[in-house]
T-cell receptor, first 112, second 116 residues
């Protein structure tokens, strides 16, 4: 069955520290992959997406993600976290259709 | 260009009442999707609609839930005889025609339904 897994439910980092959020996928073929951010009480905002080509994808707000086929991973990174990055982050995939499969999310806390 | 508009943002219903959630897609988007987010969980696909057609409702509970996207007006997700387990955030997303999954879905801010 197709799935997207985010193994970390909560992550806490200090402001200015680097960040990596993990995402693993299980699909028959390489899916399209997305990272969304959700601030409390808000909707989802797209950070970045991967369809094909360059495996290092740049997104908004200084985020990037690297697609690694050998590890079935699409981890999100940021070199220096800001307090405003505190939110919940969702990895999602789809196999070229309309049906997205979301991970369960990683809640990021940023310490001042 | 306004984003995906959902209303109401918050909805409180007593058990047994009906809940109607509305979604206006982005201008030019003819595909609408509804997702449900239960507490501490990710979003789960419910239904995919195009104008006047339900394309895939495989994620919808078989009873009490229905969705429509009429020729004119917003998409409606209707929950009849709500129960406490229906309490969740319901998100609508839209996308333009013809691109399948290759474009991101644009999400609304959600309707948070609380059943008391």
């Amino acid at each position: 069955a197709q799935s997207v897994t985010q193994p970390d439910i909560h992550i806490t980092v200090s402001e200015g520290a680097s960040l990596e959020l993990r995402c693993n996928y299980s699909y028959g073929a390489t899916p399209y992959l997305f990272w969304y951010v959700q601030s409390p009480g808000q909707g989802l905002q797209l950070l970045l997406k991967y369809f094909s080509g360059d495996t290092l994808v740049q997104g908004i707000k200084g985020f990037e993600a690297e697609f690694k086929r050998s590890q079935s991973s699409f981890n999100l990174r940021k070199p220096s976290v800001h307090w405003s990055d505190a939110a919940e982050y969702f990895c999602a995939g789809n196999s070229g259709t309309y049906k997205y499969i979301f991970g369960t999310g990683t809640r990021l806390k940023v310490l001042a | 260009n306004a984003g995906v508009m959902q209303n109401p943002r918050h909805l409180v219903r007593r058990r047994g009442q009906e809940a109607r959630l509305r979604c206006s897609p982005m201008k030019g988007h003819s595909h609408v999707y509804w997702y449900r987010q239960l507490p501490e969980e990710g979003l789960k696909f419910m239904v995919y609609l195009q104008k006047e057609n339900i394309i895939d409702e495989s994620g919808m509970p078989k009873e009490r839930f229905s969705a429509e996207f009429p020729k004119e007006g917003p998409s409606i997700l209707r929950i009849q005889q709500v129960v406490r387990g229906d309490s969740a955030a319901y998100f609508c997303a839209s996308s333009p025609p013809g691109q399948g999954g290759r474009t991101e879905a644009f999400f609304g801010q959600g309707t948070r339904l609380t059943v008391v």
